[in-house]
């Protein structure tokens, strides 16, 4: 039980008993709520074989860390996934599922933005999303309310050294493009449509120095306003649904 985590929120929990029932260790509800919703959710949790407990206000948003639960909250072990961003790849190019799209994050340290940036992940189709081990947040319970089940279907790899990793990347031919205010070109204006990892960095503080370097291009959004930067998920969300538009998805 030392490995298990926690999720909450009826759609976080629901997409685990869909994609991984297995991984559900118990699922406690709201003992009190028994509204068209939850007894929807109750239905699947049992179809699903899953061990449910009525719980308490108190007892679910302790286990939740937060009152925002839905009176649904889940113990969850890790849902299985490759063992490493190395199979991980091997096992895209062995399916011919078309080029390599990966999401790198440089120092995303908040919950919410992981979460929403794992959300567009999974809707543009991405592989993986990468980040280093010591610039970075974890999955945790916030990250998957807030992915709305993607931080079960979108593959998270946390890496010691990062520039490494990208330069490994590059060894699979896989094209490095990091996201600047200050590059010489725009979004637009890059090709996207082959074996690609987009790298952006945090709000405000963008991407370190040593992962610009390791980048084999950088480009830029159009900001036409007076506001200089785009909240990292939205960022994500414009540079990968340029790279799917471009291979014609």
């Given at each position: 039980m030392s490995s298990a985590r926690i999720l909450?929120?009826?759609?976080?929990?629901?997409?685990?008993?869909?994609?991984?029932?297995?991984?559900?260790?118990e699922i406690y509800v709201d003992g009190t709520r028994r509204d068209q919703r939850m007894r929807q959710f109750i239905d699947r949790a049992k179809e699903a074989g899953a061990r449910l407990l009525d719980s308490?206000?108190?007892?679910l948003q302790a286990l939740a860390g937060t009152h925002r639960h839905q009176g649904v909250v889940?113990?969850?072990?890790?849902?299985?996934?490759?063992?490493?961003?190395?199979?991980?790849?091997d096992a895209v190019d062995a399916a011919q599922e078309?080029?390599?799209?990966?999401?790198?994050?440089?120092?995303v340290t908040d919950p919410h933005n992981l979460g929403a940036c794992l959300r567009v992940a999974d809707g543009a189709g991405v592989h993986a999303v990468i980040a280093p081990k010591d610039h970075s947040v974890g999955l945790?319970?916030?990250?998957?309310?807030?992915?709305?089940?993607?931080?079960?279907?979108?593959?998270?790899?946390m890496v010691t050294n990062l520039a490494r990793?990208?330069?490994?990347?590059?060894?699979?031919?896989?094209?490095?493009?990091?996201?600047?205010?200050?590059?010489?070109?725009?979004?637009?204006a890059a090709k996207l449509d082959q074996p690609l990892a987009l790298v952006l960095g945090a709000e405000g503080q963008g991407l370190r120095q040593l992962t610009r370097k390791?980048?084999?291009e950088l480009i830029k959004l159009p900001?036409?306003?007076?506001?200089?930067?785009?909240?990292?998920?939205?960022?994500?969300?414009?540079?990968?649904?340029?790279?799917?538009?471009?291979?014609?998805?």
């Open positions: 909450f929120g009826f759609h976080a929990v629901t997409v685990r008993l869909k994609t991984a029932p297995q991984s559900v260790l308490d206000e108190l007892r889940a113990k969850v072990v890790p849902a299985p996934i490759a063992a490493s961003l190395d199979d991980l790849l078309g080029a390599p799209l990966l999401l790198v994050l440089d120092g945790n319970a916030t990250v998957s309310k807030v992915a709305s089940g993607a931080a079960e279907t979108v593959p998270y790899f990793t990208l330069n490994e990347l590059k060894e699979r031919n896989i094209r490095v493009v990091g996201a600047a205010e200050d590059a010489p070109r725009t979004l637009y390791t980048c084999d900001m036409a306003g007076a506001v200089e930067s785009l909240n990292v998920s939205v960022a994500s969300g414009i540079c990968l649904y340029e790279a799917v538009r471009q291979r014609g998805a």
